[in-house]
């Protein structure tokens, strides 16, 4: 599809991401805001501008035409597989050890609580075709809640001096766990829906078995594999200590995971992308495979992705795009069903690992934060024929508003208690917590 458009149509809308959505994450970092906000907005502000119309002799001229759109869609495509993977890659598994099973509790809390408020925000939305198709849509509102994104909490934490508290490390190695899961299930619920659509309905059980069954496969052959690019990336790195071949190998290694998930076990092109990174996790190179594929990723891909959200939410509004009263109302349900689902589920799960009140809710309130997990959550779903695009719009707000509300709610809950004291004393023993590429380089 992509190469069936006329190249030279995508040129001007690239300009205008790429000039825009610096500006604006730039502004976004002076206000105290996550520079994600301002890639958002960059999509809606042209978004807005291309509902416009223009005379009948003129819309040949039209910036953001169908070519445009092709070719955006296409960019946007390979920013999330890059941005999955550096997810993937800063992920350190060992900070889990720190806290034990009290971050398992948690995630499993916030998974399962915002998912079932997601389900039962869907129930508002009429059926169907057929039952199984609600189901799976109605679970899949659901996954969107699950992610978690806490680049707003770690910085918020940091500025209040408590980052490397039980709680701060706790919030933060439940929220690796939160995404590990919650990649999973989005594959898993995307492949059932598959199987249903091609296959009998009428077997569901044989489906859901094959369907567990390559994913089960997709795990063996992914650390199976992973352990044989281990061993090799370990190798480069003793002869090629920071050499770019190094990234450039790295990049290779989470296409060819991304394709092997979808084409050979039919899990979506996310997960792959994601273990890939896993697999090169914690290796003497990988924060600077992950620095250089975030340069990279920072440059075009991923703009032009959290774009074309912003392009296609501004769309769902001016082509009525199925915002109907009754999908208004679901999508201030799901606001709040995402909110408080997180707030609920991992409150709830730090106060079963005997956390304080205080910190049970600090832990609630850190990881209600959602962003680009969530995005590509929901666009996988659109793409998939899942749900509808006219929830982008939705999630948009529910973005902004938590990425507003967690630090000032943090804020208030540390105002009158300076007695807490870090779980890390020893300085070589902090807690260090990458936060992805700064926008403003």
């Not at 092997?260 to 039919?266: H, I, P, S, Y």
């Not at 990174?277 to 075009?300: C, F, Q």
Request: charged content about 15%; hydrophobic content about 55%.
């Amino acid at each position: 599809m992509f190469l069936a458009i006329e190249a030279f149509s995508i040129l001007l809308p690239l300009a205008l991401i790429l000039v825009l959505s610096k500006l604006l994450s730039i502004l976004a970092k002076k206000i105290g805001l996550p520079q994600v906000i301002g890639l958002l907005m960059t999509g809606v502000i042209l978004g807005l501008i291309a509902m416009i119309p223009l005379p009948d002799g003129l819309k040949e001229y039209a910036i953001f035409n169908d070519d445009a759109m092709d070719g955006i869609k296409f960019i946007a495509e390979i920013g999330v597989i890059l941005i999955m993977f550096s997810a993937g890659i800063e992920t350190d598994l060992k900070q889990i050890k720190k806290t034990g099973a009290s971050a398992l509790v948690i995630t499993i809390l916030g998974v399962i609580v915002p998912l079932g408020l997601g389900f039962l925000a869907s129930l508002i939305l009429p059926p169907t075709e057929n039952m199984t198709k609600t189901i799976f849509r109605n679970l899949f509102y659901g996954v969107i809640l699950t992610a978690t994104s806490v680049s707003v909490t770690i910085a918020a934490l940091k500025e209040l001096g408590k980052l490397n508290t039980k709680i701060g490390t706790a919030i933060v190695s439940a929220a690796i766990l939160d995404d590990i899961i919650g990649v999973i299930i989005l594959s898993i619920i995307i492949s059932l829906d598959k199987a249903m659509t091609v296959g009998d309905a009428g077997n569901v059980g044989f489906e859901i078995g094959m369907v567990i069954l390559k994913t089960v496969l997709f795990f063996v052959f992914a650390i199976g594999v992973g352990i044989l690019f281990r061993i090799l990336f370990k190798r480069l790195s003793q002869k090629y200590d920071h050499h770019r071949r190094i990234p450039i190998f790295a990049i290779a290694i989470a296409f060819f995971y991304s394709y092997a998930a979808e084409k050979w076990f039919g899990i979506a092109d996310i997960t792959g992308a994601f273990f890939a990174g896993l697999v090169l996790s914690g290796l003497k190179d990988a924060n600077y495979i992950e620095r250089r594929t975030d340069i990279t990723s920072y440059l075009l891909f991923t703009p032009v992705f959290f774009a074309k959200v912003g392009l296609t939410s501004i769309a769902s509004f001016s082509t009525g795009g199925g915002i109907t009263l009754n999908f208004l109302l679901f999508g201030v349900v799901f606001i709040f069903a995402g909110i408080l689902g997180k707030v609920v589920g991992c409150g709830a799960g730090a106060k079963i690992c005997k956390y304080s009140m205080k910190d049970s809710f600090r832990c609630g309130i850190g990881m209600m934060c959602r962003a680009e997990v969530c995005l590509i959550c929901a666009q996988k779903g659109i793409d998939n024929n899942i749900i509808s695009a006219s929830i982008q719009p939705f999630i948009l707000v529910l973005i902004l508003l938590t990425s507003f509300i967690t630090p000032v709610l943090l804020k208030l809950s540390y105002k009158h208690d300076n007695n807490d004291n870090n779980l890390f004393t020893e300085p070589e023993e902090q807690v260090v917590v990458n936060q992805g590429p700064s926008l403003d380089q």
